[in-house]
Structures are given as structure tokens and as C-alpha cells.
């Protein structure tokens, strides 16, 4: 058990110099330095050389980069050819026999690095990167300390420093032109923000035309930092602090990309360890080695001096808080618990899981309130973004998560992007599917919105369907109608791999004229002939496949929709393989574990329904209690309930719901007619003003643990310093269901995964061991996978037979009126992370540091709306004010906005409308009318006037 | 008083939105309402299965005393919901 509970302890993976060729059939066999090596063909003599565990020495190659072959550092003798090669850029082929030392060899690459160091500042002693710098490393092995050329030559030491990234600098003095920078902008990130001017020793590397990094096309993602081999890009806060010590595997906290870090640490003066800096790792599967801003930079929060550290308890939402010791906490909240339940009922209390916390984490939360509680009554944040997907896939396919693993884009022809802005939101995937397009795949957006992705730089989407919000379902029919109806449908694989009936019941239905492209333009407003070539691109395709977000969830028939994506693929052969399937790109980071793990109200872990008895008894075995065989109570409904005074308690893991659950000022009412609200995160969220319990949980660098990211992908959370609040969250669980009396005992996570495994076939070859050997393991993983699932419905779906689901168009009741003739929709920027509680308190807030909303030139125009003025936003729900911005992002008669910020209250407008089958809410499509305003509206002043009030009684607790 | 005012006007909050929820399943899963077709089984099925038996109970109390506003699909399906 020990060597699980350690932190893995990271070296440095070994840079091999190039990257693996890709796709190599044939292998060569040649000899360096006297050893026999056999490489795939297209591996450069460089890799070939270091796979043998020789060092050629190098500058501008690294194996996250296509080779450059530019500071002619790496030159090694060929046998039997003339001059010196650079090993970087020349492949291995069979028979070569290569030299890399040799008197002639070295005095050339002392030379060569002579130069460079002539160029660069020589106090080695005080620069930050000391230690971690490979031009230092290079001279090291080469025996060179001094330069013969003087420090007094000609060079760039005088230019200025870049400070403007609030995360890096940029220091030219040191740079030595090697391009790496440059190529990781263009090749991984694909934002193509630095360039180089100038010639020879003239060049220079900058950011745009010679602007600063902010005023740049720069993301911040930092991938140019990691490839930079000397101090020129180097994090602020090495610069501060000193390079690391240690470093440790984890997972990334923010988005359902799931990326893969090294946690960097270094003691502080009190021998605490403190994080330097997250490093994407190489070994990563979700992202090889990239990241964004978030993941990369926005870390600060967990040291943010808002933190709640302490329990807190209060009798009414109008009292000052008292800071309280764990054990009283604990037993006021389970003697308040039992007092509700055996007041009201065993029904009247209930649990929300949360999709930030860890899969351990949220199934002790669903565990406690099954057993614990005796009910079902356990919902998940889910719920309000990606339950439509389970639903829609679990109908079609028979399970309710995404086909592919990230890398299946590298094999894809087409992509079709539905309701997705990944460049924003999932912005590792965002580039490596840009590095495709690069590539010659062809992209189809479907958006009411201009993305990036439209018309980015070097990419352009071959259709963009500009749809009206709410009406995807008729998109999809649409889409369906054309396969059909021209015949571009592959009959042999439907007819092998689906359910017939089904599938001709379809096809009656989606043949009717009612879903041609020509009748439902004027629904969808997209052109006809536009979306015929769209469909016949897609249809033609090698590989085809379809990725979708919450634009596609966060509607009235986002289950429909869902369900009309599946047959699409289904219909046109694009399931079971590499290259093509059906992607939804989830929002927070464990999504898709939150639900795996049974936190739906009607559903025990791995999609099982409460009502199948063998499986109930299965759990009931091995929890020693009896199960509730009804299903519980929704997140909406529990509001419902607690407003129709039935439902009166209410325990509330990592969750804002009074800020990312819509129609605001319902949710509201709810939380202060309950008589006990618990709330466990880690600062006093919107929702916790209404609490009477904060419960202070643990950031992911401070406990242990597993997220499962969008492509079903487990990956370990490993605990790098101890808990600022003394437990982690499991561990509150723990001691509340205890002091509900309900045991539970756990000494550790991997505890919680082997119940997990043992309860759920999905996750039966699961165990922190395995992880901890393979890096990652994507379920499902049982005997049949021991190793995971990159791929599923590989030879036949998991339902059997595939579904084709009837997916009639049921418009919204949302629509525009005369009272409210816009359509506003919403979206994430990329700086920014959900309700923004963690990346609001980080620097993170130079990129965005409020909520907008956009609107066309024409509307604004209408409305005497100039960028920057303030605009009020008025629903049937209600209305806030925030500041427009003029664009012809959107279309006219659509309003788009974001929700990061609480000051904006941005779903004080949304309404209670939602998806039939789940009841995600219809985040996406709003009517409101928008004015020019000067004042906030009445919700931001109440709001303001309320936040100061608990501020206040904040303050009083912790004085 | 006024406290229970309020009340009765949020419970009928919460009996209007289970009313339109139900209306959406069965506008949906009735879509082509034919003759011979199951819809009123499907209908009935994914109330079943994702609804608390609190608020079944409220969806058909509301039916026995008014119900005019369930559509005529839903209507069909009520006899087969589990009480
Ligand atoms: S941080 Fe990323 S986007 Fe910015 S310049 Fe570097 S590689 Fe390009
Ligand atoms: S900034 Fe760094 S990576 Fe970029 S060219 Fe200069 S030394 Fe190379
Ligand atoms: S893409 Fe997502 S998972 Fe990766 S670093 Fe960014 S926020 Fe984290
Ligand atoms: S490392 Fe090969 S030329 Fe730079």
C-alpha cells in the first residue's frame, strides 16, 4: 500500500530530441558509436542515438518538435558520407554506421556554442534559470565556461524585458534564436503569435509585429515557455522563487480535457512545500506534453487568502458565522439532519455531488445519501450541463460517454463541431484539432456564433451553418433528410450493426418533406443548398466524426439532439473506430466521473437504473442497507420541493448552485426556506450566503484521488501538500455518515476505487496500482480490457444492436416576441473556468475580468448601443446590466454573454425551461429585450447590498 | 398567514412546472402519436423511471382535480403511471 500512498516522485522525462515518427511501418537496423540500434523507419539519427541512451548534444531540436536543424549543435560523421550531417534532421536508414565524438567533432560544436555564448549574459550564478537551462547543460558537457569573444561584443544584452504576460517574461538578452519558441506557437498551440525578424545575428524573436505578449495574438498557453531551452521565456514565478525540487504527477482541476501535469514544488523557508509551476507532462494522454492558461497558470487561487480554512456553523443565514472545531461542525450538521428527517420525513433531506471533486469523492457523497440518508435524493452539476449526452447516447448506444479517445482527430477527415467552441473552452483539444485541420481535414461548424474556428488563423471551417439558437434538432433532421434522401447512407453497416425496425421507422420519418433542408431553412436559417453540400461532405467522408458541447446539451431537446448526432453517425458508418464517433467536450473536469459514479437521483454507478433489483442487492450486500427502489429528486425539483416546504436539508459538495443554476432569484428563495444548507468547498461561494454550515474542503493539490476526463480517460490526482483545512473532502463525507450512523471507513482513495471497482463492471480492472503503471486508463476497463478502452463500439455497440431514435423537432417554448425579440445565448471564454471562483481569483482576470454581451451592429443600432455601454438585459425572469460589445460575432437578433462573473448574475435572466428527458436546463436559448441603460438593475443592487451583509458576518467569524 | 399564502402559491409553482415538464416528455416521446403506436407507454415509462414518487403523486392529483392543462398525449399515458 505504501508505495501508492507516496507521491510519485517525477525526474524529468529524457528528451529524445525529435518526435516518433508517425504511423512508421518498417523498422532499419544501424550502428552508433559501435552499439546496434533498430528503429522505426523515419527516426532521426538524433533519437536513435538517445534511445541508446546517447546524449548528441543539441539547442533547437526537442522531441515535442518537428526537427528545425538550425544551431548546428548536433552534427555527428556518417560513414561513407561527406561533412558532418545534423543527426537532428537526417533519418536512420539500414546499415548507417555513425559517429557522434570525435576531436573534429567536438572543436565544431565548441565553436558553434562559442558564438552563442558570446550572445548571451555569462552570470550563469544569478540567473533564474540555473539548473534548468539546456544551452548551461550543453556547455557543461562540452567543457566550455568561458567565451573566448569577451562579454563586451556585439549583442542584444541591452534589450528590453517583456514583462506584460502576468505569468512570464520574456527576456531577449537571453534568447539564442533557436525557433523552438516560434515552432510551439505554430505546430502545437497553433496561435502563431511569435515571429522572427531580421537576418542572422540581427534576428529576433517577438511577439506579432514587434508588440508586447498581451497586446499579441498570445493565449498564454506557455507552450512556448516549456520549449524555450535557456531564461529568454521563463515563469515569473521561477524567477521568484527559484527553480523546483520536486515534482509529482497529477491532473489538471479545471476542463473535462483531463490534461496531465508535473505539480513543480520547492520548500519554502518554513520547509512547506510550495508550487512553483505546473508543467504539462509528455507522458500525458489527454495532452502530450500541451496546456492552456488555465491548467498552465491559473494555480494561485489555492493559496488565495479568500480560503476558508476553518468550519464555520451559524444558526440562521442572518447571523455572524462562528468558526467551530471539525467535530462540532460535523455533529451540528448530523444532529440537524436527523432533526429535519425525523421531523419531515426520510425524504426531505438530500445531497449534490460535485463534478470538480474527485470520483471517490462523489461516490461516497451519492453512498451517504442512499444509504446514509436512506433516500435517493442525490443530484450532480452535471445535471446542468452534459445529462442530455448520457441520456441521448445510452438510448442510441447503449453507454452514456463519448466513443473516442483525444488522439482518434488525428485520423479524421471531417469533423463536424456542433454547439462547441473548443478553442475557448477545451483548448488542448482546441489545438490538436487545429493541428488536423492544418493538416487537410475539413471542419463543418454549426454555431449561431462566429468562433474561432470559422476563420482562425491558417484555418478555415469549409461551412460554417450559422443556426438560430434552439433549433439543432431541426439541424439534425435536416443533416438526416439529405444522407437519406441522396442516398449516401452506409446500408452495410447499418444493416450489420443496427436495429432494423429502428432504423426503417427512421427513415419513414426522416424522408418526409417536413425535415428537408428547403422546408426547415426558415426555421434554422440555414440555406438549403448549403446545408445539402455540408451533408454530402460529411457523408463522402473516409472518416467522419462529430464533436459537440453544451451548445448541443443546453436545450429543451438537447436529449433529441443528442440522439440525433448518434444516428447521424450510425447512418453514415462513423462509430467502432479511430478517426470518427461521437465526442461531447465536457465542461469541468470530472463530468463524466461525477456521473459515472451514480450521482444521478435514478441511477446507481456504471448507469445502473435503482429500480433493477439485482443490482440494488448487490449494493445493498455490500453496504449492509437497505436500498429506496423509487427514484429520487432532481436539482430542480429539489428547489420545488423545498419551496412546497417538504424539503427542508440539504448537503452541498463543491457546488454553486446559486450562481450556475438558472432563473437566479428561484434558486434563491429555495436555499433560504431550507432549515439546514451545508456547503463544502473551498471559499464562501454565492450559494454558501445561504448556508448554515461551511464545511472547508481541499484543493486537487491537496488531497489524493482520480478525475475521469471527456474520454472516459481515469487519471490519478496525487496529493502534493498537506490539506489547508486539515481534511480532504472524502474525509468529511466520511465523518458525516459517521455521525449520521452510518459507518464508513476508508484510510485512503484507493480504498473508496476498489468498492468502486468492485460494485461496477465498468470499472472492475481499476485499481491505483494499474494507474499508477499505466498513466491512465480509459474505461471500460475489466477482464475482457485490462488495459481500458480507447475505442468503444469497436465490433458491436454496447446496447447490441444500435438504436435509431425517432427525433421529431419540438420547438422551444422560449421564442422571440415583441417584449422580448432577442435571443440570448451563452458561452465560456478561455481564461475564465465556469462560475470563475477559481480563475476570477487569479491573474487570470487580465484576459477578462467581466461578463459582455454581444450584439450585432444592427440591433445595436436600433437600440443607440455603442461597445462599452452599459446595457440592460430584461427576461421573463428577470434582468441584470452588463457591459456590450458590438460585433458581428453573432448574428442579428441573437445576444451572446458568458456567466463567470456573480456580480453580472447572468442567469438571473435564464428561465426554468429545460431539457424534456433530463431537465438540463435551456441555458442556450433565452428571449430578452436589451436597453441602453446607466444604472444596475434592481437583482445587482439587492445582490450587492446582500454579499455586503455576509461579508460582514464573514468578517465577524474570522476576527 | 401571509407565510402560508406564499406556500400555496409555490406549490402551485412546483405542480405548473411538473405540468410542463410532462407536457415536454409527452410532446416528445409522442411525437407521431399514431394509432397502434406506444407512445402512451413510453411516456408512462420515463415518468416511471426518472420521477420521485413525490412527484408523480402531484402530476396526478393535479389531474384528478383539473388536469385541463395536460396535453391529450400525456393524458393517455397517466393510467400506466406507477402510484
Ligand atoms: S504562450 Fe502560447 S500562444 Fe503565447 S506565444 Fe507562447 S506558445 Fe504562443
Ligand atoms: S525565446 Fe527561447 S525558444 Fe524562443 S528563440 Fe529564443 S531561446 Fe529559442
Ligand atoms: S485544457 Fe483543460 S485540462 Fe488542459 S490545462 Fe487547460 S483547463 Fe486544464
Ligand atoms: S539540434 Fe540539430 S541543428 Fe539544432
Known sequence: ?????????????????????????????LEIDGQQVQVDAGTSVMRAAALLGINVPKLCATDSLDAFGSCRMCLVEIEGRKGMPASCTTPAEDGMVVNTQSGKLEKLRKNVLELYISDHPLDCVSCPSNGGCELQDVAADLGVEETRYGLQGLNHQQA??????????????????????VRACDDIQGSFALTVDGRGFESKVSAGQMESFMDSECVSCGACVNSCPTAA??????IEMGQPQKSTVTTCAYCGVGCAFEVETRANDQGADEVVRMTPYKDGRANEGHACVKGRFAFGYTSHKDRITKPMIRDSIDEAWREVSWGEAIAFTASRFRQIQSEYGRDSVGGITSSRCSNEETFLVQKLVRAGFGNNNVDTCARVCHSPTGYGLKTTLGESAGTQAFDSVDKADVVMLIGANPTEAHPVFGSRLKQRLREGAQLIVVDPRKTELVNGPHIRAAHHL?????????????????????????????????EIPSWEDWCDFIRLEENSPEHLQAVTGIPADELRAAARLFAGAGNAAIYYGLGVTEHSQGSTSVMGIANLAMATGNLGREGVGVNPLRGQNNVQGSCDMGSFPHELPGYRHISDANVRGLFENEWQVKLHEEPGLRIPNMFDAALGGVFKGLYCQGEDIAQSDPDTQHVEAALKSLQCLVVQDIFLNETARFAHVFLPGSTFLEKNGTFTNAERRISRVRKVMPSRSGKEDWEITMDLANALGYPMQYSHPSEIMDEIARLTPTFSGVNYAKLDRLGSIQWPCNEAAPEGTPTMHVDEFVRGKGYFAITGFVPTRERSTRKYPLLLTTGRVLSQYNVGAQTRRTGNVVWADQDLLEIHPVDAEDRGICTNDWVGIASRAGDTVLRAVVTDRVQPGVVYTTFHFPETGANIVTTENSDWATNCPEYKVTAVQATKVTRPSEWQKKNAAFNRRQKALLDKARV | MADKESNNCEVNREVRHLV????????????????????????ADHINRFWAPRMRALLLEYAAA??????????SALEKLKT
Do not use: W
Open chain 1, 1 to 29: 500500500m505504501s508505495d501508492i500512498q507516496q507521491p510519485l516522485t517525477q525526474l524529468r522525462i529524457l528528451d529524445l530530441g525529435t518526435p516518433a515518427p508517425r504511423d512508421s511501418a518498417a523498422q532499419v537496423s
Open chain 1, 160 to 181: 528590453a524585458k517583456d514583462e506584460s504576460n502576468p505569468y512570464f517574461t520574456f527576456d531577449p538578452s537571453m534568447c539564442i534564436v533557436c525557433y523552438r519558441c
Open chain 1, 233 to 238: 521565456l521563463e515563469d515569473k514565478a521561477v
Open chain 1, 466 to 498: 450559422q443556426l438560430l439558437p434552439g433549433t439543432n434538432v431541426a439541424f439534425l433532421n435536416a443533416m438526416a433528410h439529405v444522407i437519406i434522401s441522396e442516398g449516401l447512407a452506409d446500408e452495410d453497416y447499418v444493416n450489420q450493426r443496427c
Open chain 2, 20 to 43: 410542463s415538464m410532462a407536457n415536454d416528455i409527452a410532446d416528445n416521446l409522442g411525437f407521431r402519436a399514431e394509432a397502434g403506436d406506444n407512445s402512451a407507454e413510453r411516456i
Open chain 2, 66 to 75: 383539473d388536469g385541463k392543462d395536460l396535453s391529450a398525449a400525456l393524458l
